[in-house]
């Protein structure tokens, strides 16, 4: 009974978040296989977490692990919800799932459409590869911004020996190639603007599998140097390591990055929805989704279809409107209506019943059988000015950057 009581209130807690869409971020995590994607997600996931201890406690957090363990799921999940402060303030950060390969199922542009964020993650033993460049300019194209994480920085030390000016020539370096992407792909008026630049503290450097980042704003504010770092590595004394850990949690760097860099979907949706979406901008469909008005005509796109015992889920964002429970809606791509019949938020990778999901949010529904990734709900009355978001377009790879 104590423990539900604690559920109802992270629920009510989060809900509460979504309904003001400046606390909201929809994110991704990007790179080049083996650089570190699924590390770092999970470590985001596992580290900041379902809820706050301050909201819930450890009692609920316990509790979801030992569901887990019963239904002998991973803790891994395609999307999920974490609950990060940033200066006193709750965010709920949507972590969606993009696929760490290259494929040409548009599955990658699929997710990348529900996104407005994408935390770049590269090898630093590695550098720029091939698909860190397809996939930063498949997010470029979808008016995804990045910010970028720079991994594995253990390995400079341990196999590269590197030395602090080793290490930092080595960071200018990706630096360098992730900017030469951006000017590359990035359209016009996004170009300038969207360049990474270490000193404001849109670049973060260290390990996901030891769990520590930081920005160079953050070093210099926790007085950690290369030195230290190299130090810690060095001294074959595993506690040194857990120390970084301690000072510079990896989920602080890069959510306090993402809330600081990453446009909010209300931001994000009046540049992308001109980009994403076929239609009209002078209908109202249009215009609600450009304001992201949760009192506007529902619009919802599917971007992850699962199918489950009761039936499908669907999850997707929320482009305008409210979605809930009840709503009839126009299947756009197949011509057919269905009945919304369940909604849910995610609480980390679980899913929780919720009676409403507003606009610039991700969520699930249940309902629509049949449904496929890709399609777009509307609501029935706004058929006639419905529309689905652009034809997805594959890119081929392109030829190998410097490394
Ligand atoms: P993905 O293919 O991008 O999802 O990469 P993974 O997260 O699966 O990581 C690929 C490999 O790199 C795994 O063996 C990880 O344990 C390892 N790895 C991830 N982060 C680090 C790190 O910070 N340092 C080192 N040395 N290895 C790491």
Redesign the pocket.
């Known amino acids: 009974m104590k423990k539900m009581g604690a559920r109802v209130k992270v629920i009510s807690e989060i809900e509460k978040i979504m309904a003001n869409i400046e606390q909201v971020r929809n994110i991704g995590?990007i790179?080049?296989?083996?650089?570190?994607?699924?590390?770092?997600?999970?470590t985001l996931l596992a580290g900041a977490g379902i809820i706050s201890e301050r909201v819930a406690g450890d009692a609920l957090l316990l509790d979801y692990l030992n569901v887990e363990k019963e239904r002998e799921m991973t803790v891994k999940a395609a999307n999920a919800s974490l609950y990060h402060e940033y200066n006193g303030k709750p965010y709920v950060i949507n972590l969606i799932d993009t696929p760490?390969h290259v494929d040409f199922t548009g599955m990658v542009t699929r997710s990348l459409r529900v996104l407005d964020g994408g935390i770049v993650?590269v090898?630093s033993?590695e550098g720029v590869m091939t698909q860190t460049e397809t996939v930063l300019r498949q997010a470029l194209e979808e008016r995804v911004k990045p910010v970028l994480f720079i991994?594995?920085?253990?390995?400079l030390i341990?196999?590269l020996k590197f030395g602090p000016q080793q290490i930092q020539e080595r960071f200018v370096e990706i630096i360098k190639d992730v900017n030469n992407l951006i000017d590359m792909y990035a359209e016009p008026e996004f170009k300038n603007k969207w360049k990474i630049n270490p000193a404001e503290g849109n670049v973060a450097f260290?390990?996901?599998?030891?769990k520590w980042a930081l920005t160079v704003p953050d070093a210099t504010k926790k007085g950690i140097t290369f030195q230290n770092i190299i130090d810690a590595y060095s001294s074959n004394n595993k506690d040194k390591v857990v120390e970084l850990f301690k000072k510079a949690p990896i989920w602080d760097a890069l959510l306090n990055m993402v809330v600081k860099f990453i446009p909010n979907p209300k931001e994000a949706q009046k540049y992308r929805i001109p980009k994403i979406w076929k239609g009209n901008l002078d209908s109202d469909l249009g215009k609600a989704m450009m304001e992201s008005d949760p009192n506007g005509p529902l619009v919802f796109y599917a971007n992850a279809i699962k199918v489950e015992k009761a039936g499908i889920v669907a999850t997707g964002r929320v482009f305008s409107g409210t979605l809930e429970p009840g709503k009839e809606v126009y299947i756009v791509s197949s011509d057919r209506t269905g009945r919304i019949l369940q909604v849910s938020l995610y609480m980390g990778p679980f899913r929780e019943l919720t009676a409403k999901i507003p606009a610039g949010n991700i969520g699930a529904l249940m309902g629509i059988e049949g449904l496929k990734s890709g399609e777009t709900l509307v609501e029935v009355s706004y058929k006639s000015q419905a529309a689905p978001f652009e034809q997805l377009h594959y890119i081929s790879e392109p030829v190998v950057t410097s490394a």
Do not use: F, L, Q
Request: aromatic share 0%.
């Open positions: 995590v790179a080049h296989v083996d650089h570190g994607k699924t590390t770092t997600s999970d760490g993650v090898d033993a991994n594995k920085v253990d390995r341990k196999e260290g390990s996901a599998k030891d």
